[in-house]
């Protein structure tokens, strides 16, 4: 197994993806199970959600730290409490492999994440962007306006967006 090595640069935000295990489409249907996790996780490390989208099968955060060595804590507590927390009907122990079972994982979340330590403000702004039109690029809705599980809103009261932005009269990216 390769040996992953974490870039940590201090004060500088992190780009974050993370998947459901196989895929599975649950995070929609406990939004606030996940917002509860992020609540908690704020409660035991000083950081910030600056930019986030939850779509039914991940999540794209962007954190901004205090501590820059705690980003993988964060997002354990954030996995751990919302693991805990949910109706697990839909997970077979048995489809876990023997490695899963030995570590008590309840097959809720992939493993691993993606993590991307952001340079600069041209870089936030592309994967703030990224994060937000996610849901358009997944065909889950035609304008990022009807996505309702991001933090979009938030960026339109800022004036950052139009509101229009990503809509089909707007479209930000080419494919």
Known sequence: MPNYKRMYAQNHPVFITINTYKRRSILINNF?????SWKIAKEKFKFNIFAYCVLPDHIHLIL???DIYEYPKIIGSMKWHFSKNIN???VERKSLS?????KREKGIWQRRYYEHTIRDDKELAIYTDYIHYNPVKHGWVKSVQDWKNSSFYDFVKEDIYDIEWGSEIKIPYKE
Request: no cysteine; net charge positive; aromatic share 6%.
């Open 32 to 36: 606030k199970l996940l917002q509860e």
């Open 64 to 66: 901004e730290m205090n």
């Open 88 to 90: 697990t009907k839909f």
């Open 98 to 102: 023997i490695s899963k079972q030995k």
